[in-house]
Structures are given as structure tokens and as C-alpha cells.
């Protein structure tokens, strides 16, 4: 059993940047492929980021490739997303996954978190 709480939303002007950690609670965080998702109002979630279990490997969506990073800190138990150069666009609750799964698909994930707001005004 994982625990997730997301943290970091807000409200940021276009162009501005955000970070959003995800602590995660247990001692098996490591053994865990994480995600980053959201969904808009009236619009479907989506996989926005995933991570692999070391960090070797990460996937983004084409929209987010290039201002979006993924990173996680295993002995922490927290995985990142660094949003930088945001857009009205990525206005949406942002929440945070955990996958048993080596490299999950989007319906793969077993844990969310609750959510964190973010909000980009024009």
C-alpha cells in the first residue's frame, strides 16, 4: 500500500514556472513507476510524465515534452514535476500515480494521490 500526497500548485502567470512534489508513504517507494496526470475541466485525464523505478527512464507527452521534467528521489520518497514556461492551457488538477508495473500504461496505475491545483491566468 502507497500513500501520495501531491504538493506545490497554485496560481502562476503565463510563462512562469511551478514545481509539484509527491511524497509517497512506505519504505517500498523504489519499487514503484510513478506518474504524473491531470485533467482539465470537461476533459478526459491524461498521462502528462512517467518515470521508471531508478529514473533511467521517462516518458512526456508530446504537449509537455520540453517544459515539463520528471524526476524522483528514491530516498526521499518523492517524485517531482518541474513545469516550467506554462501556459493557460495546463490549467488542470494535478495528480500523482503509482504503478507495481515496470513501465505502466495510463490505466496501469494502482495509488493516486488527491490533486493539487494549478492554475495559469493569461
Known amino acids: 500500500q502507497v500513500q501520495l500526497v501531491e504538493s506545490g500548485g497554485g496560481l502562476v502567470q503565463a510563462g512562469g514556472s511551478l514545481r509539484l512534489s509527491c511524497a509517497a508513504s512506505?519504505?517500498?517507494?523504489?519499487?514503484?513507476?510513478m506518474g504524473w496526470f491531470r485533467q482539465a475541466p470537461g476533459k478526459e485525464r491524461e498521462c502528462i510524465a512517467g518515470?521508471?523505478?531508478?529514473?533511467?527512464?521517462?516518458y512526456y507527452l508530446r504537449s509537455v515534452k520540453g517544459r515539463f521534467t520528471i524526476s524522483r528521489d528514491n530516498a526521499a520518497n518523492t517524485v517531482y514535476l518541474q513545469m516550467n514556461s506554462l501556459k493557460p492551457e495546463d490549467t488542470a488538477v494535478y495528480y500523482c500515480?503509482?504503478?507495481?508495473?515496470?513501465?505502466?500504461?495510463?490505466?496501469?496505475?494502482?495509488?493516486w494521490g488527491q490533486g493539487t491545483q494549478v492554475t495559469v491566468s493569461s
Open positions: 518515470i521508471n523505478r531508478t529514473g533511467g527512464t521517462t
Open positions: 500515480a503509482a504503478s507495481s508495473r515496470t513501465w505502466p500504461a495510463d490505466y496501469e496505475y494502482d495509488y
Open positions: 512506505g519504505r517500498t517507494f523504489s519499487s514503484y513507476a
